[in-house]
T-cell receptor, first 115, second 113 residues
Framework: DTGVSQDPRHKITKRGQNVTFRCDPISEHNRLYWYRQTLGQGPEFLTYFQNEAQLEKSRLLSDRFSAERPKGSFSTLEIQRTEQGDSAMYLC?????????????FGQGTRLTVV | DAKTTQPPSMDCAEGRAANLPCNHSTISGNEYVYWYRQIHSQGPQYIIHGLKNNETNEMASLIITEDRKSSTLILPHATLRDTAVYYCIVRPRPQGGSEKLVFGKGTKLTVNP
């Protein structure tokens, strides 16, 4: 499968613990996005990378959230001191940004449950 | 914030055309209309996009009104596998930005046998 891959698919953690998710974009896609989706809502933008540079962060991305894309390939999203409100689906997407209007391909997401 | 308005839900009979409306009355000249869909427990999937001309691909057709204030996504022969949430998104041409997608709540389309 050469699509966007996310790991793990599901994560249950206790409140206060740290969690880290991984996203492997489609090979050679230079743009990578993280979104969060809660039940009944559309995905909400969190952050964007072009190659290894994090170029945009949403106000939703509090200080407890950090994302990296160290070599411009895979990316990680870490949540520190998780709270119950962090329970959501975390989606990663990638696109090949050689021109405007390139479509974004989404992974299947990581579902986080904070208990 | 989403700049589109969609009905929360619609039903369609299998084999019939599904016509999903979207209002984007504040769209500006450099903004495109995109459609994505999300099948339960999966990530969103790109369907089609357009600026002002009607567009068609293997999945769907996009009809944009002449004033560009609304559009309709047409699935010509809906199948049970088309049951999903459909998102209409207005996406600006970026000025060095991220080209991020801003999702609303979408339309839950249920295709019935």
């Amino acid at each position: 499968d050469t699509g966007v891959s996310q790991d793990p698919r599901h994560k249950i953690t206790k409140r206060g613990q740290n969690v880290t998710f991984r996203c492997d974009p489609i090979s050679e896609h230079n743009r990578l996005y993280w979104y969060r989706q809660t039940l009944g809502q559309g995905p909400e933008f969190l952050t964007y990378f072009q190659n290894e540079a994090q170029l945009e962060k949403s106000r939703l991305l509090s200080d407890r959230f950090s994302a990296e894309r160290p070599k411009g390939s895979f990316s990680t999203l870490e949540i520190q001191r998780t709270e119950q409100g962090d329970s959501a689906m975390y989606l990663c997407a990638s696109s090949l940004g050689v021109s405007f209007n390139t479509e974004a391909f989404f992974g299947q997401g990581t579902r986080l449950t904070v208990v | 914030d989403a700049k589109t308005t969609q009905p929360p839900s619609m039903d369609c009979a299998e084999g019939r055309a599904a016509n999903l409306p979207c209002n984007h009355s504040t769209i500006s000249g450099n903004e495109y209309v995109y459609w994505y869909r999300q099948i339960h427990s999966q990530g969103p999937q790109y369907i089609i996009h357009g600026l002002k001309n009607n567009e068609t691909n293997e999945m769907a057709s996009l009809i944009i009104t002449e004033d560009r204030k609304s559009s309709t996504l047409i699935l010509p022969h809906a199948t049970l596998r088309d049951t999903a949430v459909y998102y209409c998104i207005v996406r600006p041409r970026p000025q060095g930005g991220s080209e991020k997608l801003v999702f609303g709540k979408g339309t839950k389309l249920t295709v019935n046998p």
